[in-house]
């Protein structure tokens, strides 16, 4: 899915798997203030509360596709 990702103009991708800490804390520390787009299409609600806290703060979008 990377491959496909970074062909489709992904710049990074990140697996969650690959860390200890939660991934919202991870983003903001690669990012420094979080991202300014998040998408979660999955409708869990823990991605997707992990998808809006690792939003940038004053201008951070977060798209919420999948239902819970």
Not at 17 to 44: A, N, Q, R, W
Not at 54 to 60: A, H, I, M, P, V
């Amino acid at each position: 899915k990377f491959a496909k990702a970074r062909e489709l103009g992904a710049t990074d991708c990140v697996n969650p798997k690959d860390f200890k800490k939660p991934i919202h804390e991870v983003l903001i520390e690669m990012t420094g203030c979080g991202v300014d787009y998040s998408f979660e299409v999955i409708g869990h609600t823990e991605t997707m509360a992990a998808a809006l806290a690792c939003c940038q703060y004053n201008y951070g979008i977060s798209v919420i596709v999948g239902v819970p």
